[in-house]
Structures are given as C-alpha cells and as structure tokens.
Nanobody
Framework: VQLVESGGDLVQSGGSLRLSCAAS????????VGWYRQSPGKQRELVAK???????GYAEAVKGRFTISSDKSKNTVYLQMNNLKPEDTGVYFC???????????WGQGTKVTVSS
C-alpha cells in the first residue's frame, strides 16, 4: 500500500485545513487509517483514526475541532481541521494498518504550520 498525504499549509490561528491521504495498492477489508503528527521536539502522536467499519477516535486535544472521514470509492481518508491552534503545528503523517496481512504503512508526511 502506498500513501500520499496532501493539504498541509501555513495558516493563521483559528483557521482551517483539510488534509488528504490517498491510498493505492491492495487494500483488503479490515484496516485502520490514522493521522499522526510530529511536532518540533515531541514524539509522534496519534491525532485521529478511522477503521474500515467507520469507527473513529480522536486525541483529547483535537476533539470537537478535527474530523476524520473516508471516501472508500477514492481510497482516501480526510482530516478536517478547524479552529487550528499554534500547538497543532507539525508534520502530519498518514498510517495504514492492514490487519489481513499484519502490516502497516506510512506516508511521507505533510507539513502544517499554524501562526499565532
């Protein structure tokens, strides 16, 4: 599975961005796609995730501001980010966990910078 993220940009505090993660390759029925971010000086952390059954989960810091969704017809997962804060700054990575083949894949990341 190959993952390509896009949508990162420089935005002012309070602004919005939508990130996309397009997957290609062999995608089987059971999987989870997660958005992780790595902020300067911090470890990579899970921001949001969505399963193949459309179950979602969010980090406390982004609940109510971020929404993860998927378009299975396009093999694409989105992360809508609203009311962005400077602490949301970082490189956002897409992660695909394939439970059928017990493998995980990472994208190359897309950079989000939120100015105060």
């Amino acid at each position: 599975v190959q993952l390509v993220e896009s949508g990162g940009d420089l935005v002012q505090s309070g602004g919005s961005l939508r990130l996309s993660c397009a997957a290609s390759g062999s995608i089987f029925a059971r999987y989870t796609v997660g958005w992780y971010r790595q902020s300067p000086g911090k470890q990579r952390e899970l921001v949001a995730k969505i399963s193949s059954s459309d179950s979602t989960g969010y980090a406390e810091a982004v609940k109510g501001r971020f929404t993860i969704s998927s378009d299975k017809s396009k093999n694409t997962v989105y992360l809508q980010m609203n009311n962005l804060k400077p602490e949301d700054t970082g490189v956002y990575f897409c992660n695909f966990v394939d439970y059928f083949r017990n493998r995980e894949f990472w994208g190359q990341g897309t950079k989000v910078t939120v100015s105060s």
